[in-house]
């Protein structure tokens, strides 16, 4: 029997029961139960409570069945909920590749019936220097071959297929910040596709996002990977069986309908391909994937190559697999070409795909395409390259830097060196052509044998500073004759430079290190003072950016002699005239990872780049053409900025209105750019202007709310005593307190709740999250529209039953902080919600009738009761009748009522509370008063069918029959009787209610 200790998990809306139970003949089986105790699917385990994959697939698709259909991603999630409870119980699934058949299942490449166990590690044994590793998760897997160095590796494509339809998407470093957002983001997507529907993903990465479809070839950057996929199928005219079975080692046979054909797999084991392929590559793949019908091989790359390489390698290894007589699907050449996702299902053998193999194996792209790795790499004399921000190095200077460097030059300090100096001509903004130059010429005067070790570490610090890129690249080509190499650990780690430098040189024995790093600035023009000449026009005293950038427009102009000017000095005078003429305010947002630097447009912060790029397309400065130029400006201007941290924007204790900040602590009503531009700072501005003078009036108690709009509209729509708890309630939105409170505003349809709650949220919107009470209570990713908000207000219909109240209790202040999911990125913690109000037509159903949980949301509740007065139509105007200012002083005046009342918000007691929410809108009451008594037991079924006849006399619609189980246990214990059928105790049927 089934352990029912705990909650059952659930799937598609319906709960299973599922664990190892004996099965009758001395055996163990995995067994799976549906609430009531009816059985779902039972297979057999082997020795030593393994689970055959097929039969684990076998019981997600009846769990599936049994819910009604379910998308992948339930189907996945399922999948590891087998696999936990097998775990937790001893048990564990084998692995297809690393399994013997059965000895009722013949091995179909010809072996004959084996023993179930083990292949012997000798079987799958790399070639020499790699080693064979456990397979990995979808997301390791996803994680390792989409992780690249180069910078053309932005966008990550996946795409689901369904009956010739293809629905991509495009998951971009730009967007999601790091790539392990970007896994979580596609395999969330991935995890979308329905039964039926085929999961791809793009192998390669994309240089940029596709402006329509999976993207093309021409959008590929940059290559670490070639693949292979291995088809075993053909075109039969009858099966010999339907469906799919599974032999030793991974071998494989399936027939399955296409249409109108029918197909046959025969699959070998894989250890014969590996063996095939380990005889003409002299490796095996970095990874083995199990299709769900062929192979998929992966082969990692010694290093990256762009695009055209790829091509070339992979027609090379396609024609090294063909001499082995293993035939790859032509098409895998396309450089953009799609696979499936590991962890998705093939729905044409309903088998999940799933890593199989892996090992350390690589190869190397020169000595696939039979390539020498020196061939054409002798350099002529370098020229110096020209153009861009960079300072040109001359022959002299070359020369000169790889004497005062070479007697550092030793075996054990030669990398840092090369890093260094490196790290010194990208902080000085040297050509990398000549930095590269430097270093080529001490590896020429020291015989060193590995020069593009050396090459690579002055490359990978000029990809850290953000200096390098594929034009970059050509231009050292032109310049050195040599092909850089590509860099290795981009963004990774800060450059190093002259102070780093010359540690190198004193650990090396070199004398007077310092003099020689010295002796570098003599390579280099000094640059101009950094304190720009200000226009003779008085600067603007408006606190705004488009004022700043007008009188920028109109006055600003670089000196006569700044032609001969390099773009550091440019920008250096441009960031400087921004600050200190302009007085154009910057402030840097700053996290464990990067800073990001913004304006300051009165109090709201906006994107720095807007201000610069307009800063120089000004007639002044546009003139001087320099794609570097808003890099190095931005650069600038983020050493002088003042510093934030990520909570500081957004002060709760102030509201940013189009008048100025107002203080909500005070209601004083200060204007941009006041307290010498300190802040506060905020990311948004309120779309109203208040009036001072009647500000003045509501802190006063001067101000007549009968004439307000809001009074004039909806006063009618209440008695006096939910007008009291209505006034109270919105108070709290503009309250510099965290009151914890949750409103329900209850009343018929089209009476005027909607209108009313859009009304007053319009001064206020860049506040107020408009989160659907359902999604907030029970998505992962339903608190995301609340980042950045402090008060929710939903204005239709609120979710109808309320099953979490732990979790609404958290979000509304029973801690300080909530943490919130965000698809694809990283989970941010935010401070737990002010206050909201849900606008309903019925009380919403609670799950919870007793305890410290219910009685904390009770304490946090007001219910509200609105009504429609005589004559009452409702106007879709209604809301444009009410200007925002009037909206605002109406939320500032009902803020100054609770003030005065202590901040004691008024509402019911608890006990009206009560009734309110489990009298009046529990679905079953009616149901309960007739037909019910609380005392005795009664089996579940016979309680339903009289709740079915009760409802059919009423003409009151039933709910389904686990819904009303799940009613019911809120008043009686639910138990499994010993014959296994379920029975409430504690209440039973009236006798004698023969309506029932």
Same mark, same amino acid.
């Given at each position: 029997?089934?352990?029912?200790?705990?909650?059952?998990?659930?799937?598609?809306?319906?709960?299973?029961?599922?664990?190892?139970?004996?099965?009758?003949?001395?055996?163990?089986?995995?067994?799976?139960?549906?609430?009531? *105790?009816?059985?779902?699917?039972?297979?057999?385990?082997?020795?030593?409570?393994?689970?055959?994959?097929?039969?684990?697939?076998?019981?997600?698709?009846?769990?599936?069945?049994?819910?009604?259909?379910?998308?992948?991603?339930?189907?996945?999630?399922?999948?590891?909920?087998?696999?936990?409870?097998?775990?937790?119980?001893?048990?564990?699934?084998?692995?297809?590749?690393?399994?013997?058949?059965?000895?009722?299942?013949?091995?179909?490449?010809?072996?004959?019936?084996?023993?179930?166990?083990?292949?012997?590690?000798?079987?799958?044994?790399?070639?020499?220097?790699?080693?064979?590793?456990?397979?990995?998760?979808?997301?390791?897997?996803?994680?390792?071959?989409?992780?690249?160095?180069?910078?053309?590796?932005?966008?990550?494509?996946?795409?689901?297929?369904?009956?010739?339809?293809?629905?991509?998407?495009?998951?971009?470093?730009?967007?999601?910040?790091?790539?392990?957002?970007?896994?979580?983001?596609?395999?969330?997507?991935?995890?979308?596709?329905?039964?039926?529907?085929?999961?791809?993903?793009?192998?390669?990465?994309?240089?940029?996002?596709?402006?329509?479809?999976?993207?093309?070839?021409?959008?590929?950057?940059?290559?670490?990977?070639? !693949?292979?996929?291995?088809?075993?199928?053909?075109?039969?005219?009858?099966?010999?069986?339907?469906?799919?079975?599974?032999? =030793?080692?991974?071998?494989?046979?399936?027939?399955?309908?296409?249409?109108?054909?029918?197909?046959?797999?025969?699959?070998?084991?894989?250890?014969?391909?590996?063996?095939?392929?380990?005889?003409?590559?002299?490796?095996?793949?970095?990874?083995?994937?199990?299709?769900?019908?062929?192979?998929?091989?992966?082969?990692?790359?010694?290093?990256?190559?762009?695009?055209?390489?790829?091509?070339?390698?992979?027609?090379?290894?396609?024609?090294?697999?063909?001499?082995?007589?293993?035939?790859?699907?032509?098409?895998?050449?396309?450089?953009?070409?799609?696979?499936?996702?590991?962890?998705?299902?093939?729905?044409?053998?309903?088998?999940?795909?799933?890593?199989?193999?892996?090992?350390?194996?690589?190869?190397?792209?020169?000595?696939?395409?039979?390539?020498?790795?020196?061939?054409?790499?002798?350099?002529?004399?370098?020229?110096?390259?020209?153009?861009?921000?960079?300072?040109?190095?001359?022959?002299?200077?070359?020369?000169?830097?790889?004497?005062?460097?070479?007697?550092?030059?030793?075996?054990?300090?030669?990398?840092?060196?090369?890093?260094?100096? =490196?790290?010194?001509?990208?902080?000085?903004?040297?050509?990398?052509?000549?930095?590269?130059?430097?270093?080529?010429?001490?590896?020429?005067?020291?015989?060193?044998?590995?020069?593009?070790?050396?090459?690579?570490?002055?490359?990978?610090?000029?990809?850290?500073?953000?200096?390098?890129?594929?034009?970059?690249?050509?231009?050292?080509?032109?310049?050195?004759?040599?092909?850089?190499?590509?860099?290795?650990?981009?963004?990774?780690?800060?450059?190093? *430079?002259?102070?780093?430098?010359?540690?190198?040189?004193?650990?090396?024995?070199?004398?007077?290190?310092?003099?020689?790093?010295?002796?570098?600035?003599?390579?280099?023009?000094?640059?101009?003072?950094?304190?720009?000449?200000?226009?003779?026009?008085?600067?603007?005293?408006?606190?705004?950016?488009?004022?700043?950038?007008?009188?920028?427009?109109?006055?600003?102009?670089?000196?006569?002699?700044?032609?001969?000017?390099?773009?550091?000095?440019?920008?250096?005078?441009?960031?400087?005239?921004?600050?200190?003429?302009?007085?154009?305010?910057?402030?840097?947002?700053?996290?464990?990872?990067?800073?990001?630097?913004?304006?300051?447009?009165?109090?709201?912060?906006?994107?720095?780049?807007?201000?610069?790029?307009?800063?120089?397309?000004?007639?002044?400065?546009?003139?001087?053409?320099?794609?570097?130029?808003?890099?190095?400006?931005?650069?600038?201007?983020?050493?002088?900025?003042?510093?934030?941290?990520?909570?500081?924007?957004?002060?709760?204790?102030?509201?940013?209105?189009?008048?100025?900040?107002?203080?909500?602590?005070?209601?004083?009503?200060?204007?941009?750019?006041?307290?010498?531009?300190?802040?506060?700072? !905020?990311?948004?501005?309120?779309?109203?202007?208040?009036?001072?003078?009647?500000?003045?009036?509501?802190?006063?108690?001067?101000?007549?709310?009968?004439?307000?709009?809001?009074?004039?509209?909806?006063?009618?729509?209440?008695?006096?005593?939910?007008?009291?708890?209505?006034?109270?309630?919105? =108070?709290?939105?503009?309250?510099?307190?965290?009151?914890?409170?949750?409103? !329900?505003?209850?009343?018929?349809?089209?009476?005027?709740?909607?209108?009313?709650?859009?009304?007053?949220?319009?001064?206020?919107?860049?506040?107020?999250?408009?989160?659907?009470?359902?999604?907030?209570?029970?998505?992962?990713?339903?608190?995301?529209?609340?980042?950045?908000?402090?008060?929710?207000?939903?204005?239709?219909?609120?979710?109808?039953?309320?099953?979490?109240?732990?979790?609404?209790?958290?979000?509304?202040?029973?801690?300080?902080?909530?943490?919130?999911?965000?698809?694809?990125?990283?989970?941010?913690?935010?401070?737990?919600?002010?206050?909201?109000? !849900?606008?309903?037509?019925?009380?919403?159903?609670?799950?919870?009738?007793? =305890?410290?949980?219910?009685?904390?949301?009770?304490?946090?509740?007001?219910?509200?009761?609105?009504?429609?007065?005589?004559?009452?139509?409702?106007?879709?105007?209604?809301?444009?009748?009410?200007?925002?200012?009037?909206?605002?002083?109406?939320?500032?005046?009902?803020?100054?009522?609770?003030?005065?009342?202590?901040?004691?918000?008024?509402?019911?007691?608890?006990?009206?509370?009560?009734?309110?929410?489990?009298?009046?809108?529990?679905?079953?009451?009616?149901?309960?008063?007739?037909?019910?008594?609380?005392?005795?037991?009664?089996?579940? *079924?016979?309680?339903?069918?009289?709740?079915?006849?009760?409802?059919?006399?009423?003409?009151?619609?039933?709910?389904?029959?686990?819904?009303?189980?799940?009613?019911?246990?809120?008043?009686?214990?639910?138990?499994?009787?010993?014959?296994?059928?379920?029975?409430?105790?504690?209440?039973?049927?009236?006798?004698?209610?023969?309506?029932?």
């Amino acid at each position: 029997m089934i352990d029912r200790a705990g909650e059952p998990p659930e799937f598609g809306g319906v709960r299973f029961w599922m664990g190892v139970v004996d099965d009758g003949n001395g055996g163990r089986a995995f067994r799976v139960e549906r609430e009531d *105790g009816s059985l779902v699917v039972e297979r057999p385990l082997g020795p030593g409570m393994t689970l055959r994959p097929s039969d684990r697939d076998a019981i997600v698709d009846e769990i599936a069945r049994a819910a009604g259909g379910l998308p992948q991603g339930e189907m996945l999630r399922a999948m590891h909920a087998v696999e936990k409870v097998l775990a937790d119980a001893g048990g564990r699934v084998e692995l297809p590749a690393l399994e013997r058949g059965a000895p009722d299942a013949p091995d179909r490449a010809g072996a004959g019936r084996r023993d179930r166990g083990r292949i012997p590690a000798s079987e799958f044994e790399p070639a020499p220097g790699a080693s064979v590793r456990a397979p990995p998760s979808p997301g390791e897997f996803l994680r390792d071959v989409w992780s690249y160095s180069s910078v053309a590796a932005r966008c990550f494509v996946v795409s689901i297929h369904s009956e010739g339809r293809w629905a991509p998407r495009a998951f971009c470093l730009d967007e999601y910040g790091t790539l392990d957002a970007v896994v979580a983001a596609a395999l969330e997507y991935a995890g979308s596709a329905r039964p039926g529907e085929n999961a791809y993903f793009t192998v390669l990465p994309l240089a940029r996002k596709p402006e329509r479809g999976r993207g093309t070839s021409a959008d590929v950057g940059a290559a670490r990977w070639l !693949f292979a996929d291995l088809d075993y199928k053909e075109e039969v005219p009858a099966p010999e069986f339907e469906g799919c079975r599974e032999g =030793g080692g991974g071998a494989l046979e399936c027939y399955y309908r296409d249409g109108d054909r029918w197909i046959h797999v025969k699959r070998p084991p894989l250890r014969e391909v590996l063996g095939a392929i380990a005889g003409v590559l002299g490796a095996r793949p970095t990874y083995a994937v199990d299709s769900g019908s062929g192979y998929h091989l992966y082969f990692r790359l010694t290093g990256e190559v762009s695009g055209d390489e790829f091509v070339r390698a992979e027609l090379a290894l396609a024609g090294r697999l063909e001499a082995a007589g293993i035939r790859p699907d032509p098409q895998v050449k396309d450089a953009a070409r799609v696979l499936r996702l590991p962890g998705s299902t093939n729905p044409r053998t309903n088998r999940i795909c799933r890593v199989i193999y892996q090992s350390d194996a690589a190869l190397d792209p020169d000595a696939l395409t039979r390539r020498e790795p020196g061939a054409g790499t002798s350099a002529p004399v370098p020229r110096p390259a020209t153009g861009g921000p960079f300072i040109t190095l001359e022959p002299e200077d070359v020369a000169r830097a790889a004497s005062l460097l070479l007697p550092g030059f030793t075996p054990d300090h030669k990398h840092m060196i090369a890093l260094c100096f =490196g790290g010194w001509g990208a902080h000085r903004l040297v050509h990398p052509a000549g930095a590269l130059a430097v270093v080529k010429r001490l590896v020429e005067l020291s015989g060193d044998h590995e020069p593009m070790d050396r090459y690579r570490a002055v490359v990978d610090s000029y990809a850290r500073a953000g200096l390098w890129s594929e034009e970059v690249a050509k231009e050292v080509e032109a310049a050195l004759g040599i092909r850089p190499p590509r860099p290795s650990n981009y963004g990774n780690t800060e450059v190093c *430079g002259a102070p780093r430098l010359q540690e190198e040189l004193e650990k090396a024995g070199v004398q007077d290190a310092a003099r020689i790093v010295e002796g570098f600035e003599a390579l280099v023009a000094p640059l101009p003072p950094r304190t720009a000449r200000a226009p003779e026009a008085p600067p603007p005293e408006s606190p705004y950016i488009r004022d700043a950038l007008d009188w920028w427009g109109e006055n600003f102009s670089l000196p006569a002699d700044a032609e001969r000017w390099r773009a550091a000095q440019v920008a250096s005078y441009v960031a400087d005239a921004l600050v200190g003429a302009a007085h154009v305010r910057f402030v840097k947002i700053c996290t464990d990872k990067k800073c990001e630097l913004y304006a300051v447009d009165g109090a709201r912060l906006v994107d720095a780049d807007i201000v610069i790029e307009e800063a120089l397309a000004a007639p002044g400065v546009r003139e001087y053409q320099s794609v570097h130029l808003p890099t190095i400006v931005r650069r600038d201007l983020s050493r002088a900025a003042r510093a934030l941290s990520a909570e500081d924007p957004n002060p709760p204790w102030a509201l940013n209105t189009l008048a100025g900040v107002l203080d909500l602590r005070t209601l004083e009503l200060r204007p941009h750019g006041g307290g010498g531009g300190q802040g506060p700072y !905020f990311t948004y501005v309120a779309p109203v202007r208040p009036d001072p003078v009647v500000i003045k009036a509501i802190v006063d108690g001067a101000y007549d709310i009968t004439g307000n709009a809001v009074y004039r509209l909806w006063r009618g729509h209440f008695d006096d005593e939910n007008w009291r708890y209505f006034v109270s309630s919105v =108070g709290t939105w503009l309250s510099p307190r965290n009151h914890r409170h949750l409103a !329900f505003l209850v009343g018929d349809t089209k009476i005027g709740k909607t209108s009313l709650l859009s009304a007053l949220c319009a001064p206020i919107e860049p506040i107020v999250s408009h989160a659907d009470l359902g999604e907030m209570m029970g998505y992962t990713f339903g608190k995301e529209s609340l980042l950045g908000r402090r008060i929710v207000v939903q204005d239709e219909n609120a979710a109808s039953v309320l099953r979490d109240l732990a979790r609404l209790n958290k979000i509304f202040g029973e801690r300080g902080k909530i943490e919130v999911y965000r698809k694809g990125r990283e989970p941010l913690p935010m401070p737990a919600l002010r206050a909201a109000m !849900f606008s309903m037509n019925d009380m919403p159903l609670i799950k919870e009738m007793r =305890g410290s949980t219910l009685a904390a949301f009770l304490d946090r509740l007001s219910i509200i009761q609105m009504r429609a007065p005589e004559g009452f139509e409702p106007k879709p105007e209604l809301v444009d009748a009410v200007t925002p200012e009037e909206a605002l002083y109406f939320l500032l005046w009902a803020r100054r009522e609770l003030e005065k009342n202590g901040w004691q918000i008024e509402k019911r007691g608890e006990e009206e509370l009560r009734g309110l929410v489990f009298e009046k809108s529990w679905v079953l009451s009616g149901f309960w008063s007739d037909c019910v008594e609380e005392s005795g037991e009664v089996r579940a *079924g016979d309680l339903y069918t009289a709740y079915q006849r009760w409802a059919q006399r009423h003409g009151v619609a039933a709910v389904g029959r686990n819904a009303f189980y799940d009613l019911v246990a809120q008043k009686a214990a639910r138990v499994l009787d010993r014959d296994k059928s379920l029975k409430f105790v504690g209440v039973r049927l009236r006798p004698g209610a023969g309506e029932c």
